[in-house]
């Protein structure tokens, strides 16, 4: 059904025809333009002149390419983008010899001619799928006196292009923007290398988020955490000596407090510069920061990693910060006796297994709390898989491709 | 006692220097580099000495590395490393060479005096002191669970492994020195271990069960 509204997309329909019949002056427009020039250049070619005047015919292809690129977005919204021009230099040797080198200019040329030459042919169908069926059902009443077998014939031609015109224009239409795209958009390679540039671009600062990380874990360790425990020791030094002289109990009380708060204050510190970056992370790599994480879980977990080498430290940080969270789930809401982290490498990819022997019953659509871990792991193009039946435990397996240039 | 301080921060060195020397413990030198920690040791042949992991050039395990070395060439040196971090690959390979005098404790223990004072003794006389939460790590790495112990049997474990002696242990868990004889014969009975007869022996059967 819905390919049959596709087909009888009034608008679109429209818009199509619109562009078809404009097709018609602008096709006799781009004779006009192109071909004398043409003609002309091809002619002198033998001659250095024609080269000069063919690059001239390209470049006002390019021009015309840039109306019929307009011509697109205001009958049907779509934006086909021009592929990015090198100009080698400002002279007048690559003035001319750009646009015959560049590829895009060729295409736009090509394209200028499937215009000239099919757009009246195109505008000629589109005028015909409006005209006919009107003609041919209104041959009953100019011809009402001869009904013979060819006006009944003509007639039933006539209901029948009601329905099939529109879809013909349709197609015709289709095959057009196709055409356009094809020729005036940018290459396939144009855009395998965007794909790429973009992969770089989000890997960069992927990595450049990450050392940033670091920087503020080193600066909190060498600062705060250095002047806190030496503040901790201080207190600790009074309390020995006040124990040792038998001083004052309600001083030894409150020297007392202010060692256990600078106690736990080096404790918070040291989890907030871990949630920062876990310097154990950058040091030792996945295996130990891991094992520190699932020490610190109140279910008891096996740990198992196994790599081939380090990944890249994005993908390092990602999937430790993904397992961290999954160990803290398990042991907030799971109600397991055991849990299993397994980390193993080939070598494209990462592949992480973290499960338990808990209730189950885990929601694994998005917005159900394994956002986080989710968001992690499509950052660095992983895929997260979730199994956990009610009463049967949770396996929560993570894929990630690892990308051999930034390997360590 | 004579000791020197291997510490890039010269915050925290100090504040060592200061804590020990009210303990009546003599600095004989302090260094903030692995290189000039070898030289120190030389010069001063200390009973101990304290080395944080983390120095320069690259802060990564500078100290640990610098450790081992000295102990190959010097297995009487004491060694009591200093940490940010727990990992239990660092006190693996200072406890590889099997002499005892090692020690390996989280950063932050040295704000509990009396208990760093304990373990700078203990392991400067040649004993052990792991930190808990290394011990933890160890326990959380076997693949399978110690069943076989009691509570407070995998409680005395955890303090064998810390490089306590029985007579410590008793005193931590508030009981008898003969109940924790009873529980350690139990302990090496299940887990099949010889009796060792120094403790430092014992914690290394105990981290080589563990890591089995």
Not at chain 1, 193 to 207: M, V
Not at chain 1, 347 to 365: A, F, R
Not at chain 2, 39 to 52: A, C, G, K, M, N
Not at chain 2, 66 to 90: C, F, G, M, N, W
Request: charged residues 25%.
């Amino acid at each position: 059904v819905s390919s049959l509204r596709g087909m009888y997309d009034t608008s679109r329909i429209l818009r199509g025809t619109s562009y078809s019949l404009l097709g018609l002056p602008i096709s006799i427009l781009w004779v006009i333009v192109f071909s004398p020039l043409l003609g002309v250049s091809l002619g002198l070619l033998v001659l250095g002149v024609g080269f000069m005047l063919f690059s001239i015919a390209l470049r006002l292809a390019g021009a015309a390419a840039g109306v019929e690129r307009w011509l697109l977005a205001e009958a049907f919204r779509i934006d086909v983008k021009r592929q990015p021009r090198n100009p080698t230099g400002t002279g007048f040797s690559s003035l001319v010899l750009d646009p015959l080198r560049d590829g895009t200019y060729w295409r736009e040329l090509l394209f200028v001619y499937i215009r000239a030459i099919f757009g009246p042919a195109a505008a000629v169908i589109v005028i015909t799928c409006w005209v006919f069926p009107i003609t041919a059902i209104s041959s009953i009443i100019w011809g009402w006196w001869v009904i013979d077998g060819w006006t009944v014939l003509l007639v039933m031609l006539g209901f029948l292009s009601i329905f099939v015109g529109p879809v013909l224009i349709a197609a015709l239409t289709e095959v057009q923007i196709a055409t356009a795209q094809l020729l005036l958009g940018p290459g396939q390679k144009i855009l395998l290398e965007r794909a790429e540039t973009a992969q770089r671009t989000r890997d960069l600062s992927a990595e450049a988020a990450e050392t940033e990380r670091r920087r503020i874990e080193r600066d909190l360790h060498d600062g705060a955490q250095a002047r806190l425990a030496t503040v901790a020791m201080d207190l600790g030094r009074a309390k020995r000596r006040l124990e040792k002289s038998g001083g004052d109990p309600e001083i030894e009380s409150i020297i007392d407090a202010a060692h256990q708060d600078a106690k736990a204050a080096i404790v918070e510190l040291r989890d907030l510069a871990r949630g920062i970056h876990p310097a154990v992370l950058t040091d030792r790599g996945l295996d130990a920061a891991l094992s520190d994480v699932v020490a610190r879980c109140a279910v008891p977990v096996h740990l198992d990693v196994r790599l081939l080498r380090r990944p890249a430290a994005h993908i390092e940080s990602a999937a430790y910060f993904a397992v961290s969270e999954l160990v803290a789930n398990i042991s907030k809401h799971a109600n397991a006796k055991n849990a299993w982290v397994t980390v193993r490498s080939t070598k494209t990819t990462l592949l992480i297994d973290v499960s338990d022997d808990g209730v189950g019953g885990v929601d694994p659509t998005i917005g159900s709390g394994v956002d986080g871990i989710h968001d992690r792991i499509t950052s660095i193009d992983g895929t997260v898989a979730i199994n956990s039946p009610l009463g049967g435990g949770t396996t929560v397996m993570l894929e990630v491709p690892l990308t051999e240039s930034f390997d360590r | 006692m004579r000791v020197i301080i291997i510490e890039d921060s010269v915050l925290l060195r100090e504040g060592i220097a200061r804590l020990l020397e009210d303990e009546g413990i003599e600095v004989a030198g302090v260094a903030g580099d692995a290189q000039t920690f070898k030289v120190l040791w030389e010069q001063t042949r200390p009973d101990i000495s304290i080395v944080d992991v983390r120095m320069p050039p690259t802060h990564t395990d500078e100290g640990i590395r610098a450790s081992v070395e000295l102990r190959e060439t010097h297995p009487d040196a004491k060694i009591l490393v200093l940490s940010q971090y727990v990992e239990e690959r660092y006190a693996k390979e200072l406890l590889a060479d099997g002499h005892g005098g090692v020690g390996y404790l989280l950063k932050e223990r040295i704000a509990d005096v009396t208990e760093f004072v304990e373990a700078v003794t203990r392991v400067a006389a040649g004993g052990t002191a792991l930190d808990p939460e290394v011990v933890a790590q160890l326990f959380a790495r076997r693949r399978n669970p110690i069943d076989a112990l009691t509570p407070r049997e995998g409680e005395v474990l955890s303090l064998m492994a810390q490089g306590f002696t029985n007579a410590a242990i008793a005193e931590q868990l508030i009981v008898s020195q003969g109940a924790v004889e009873k529980h350690t014969s139990s302990i090496f009975a299940k887990l099949m271990l010889e009796p060792s007869a120094t403790d430092h022996r014992r914690v290394l059967a105990v981290l080589q069960w563990l890591d089995r």
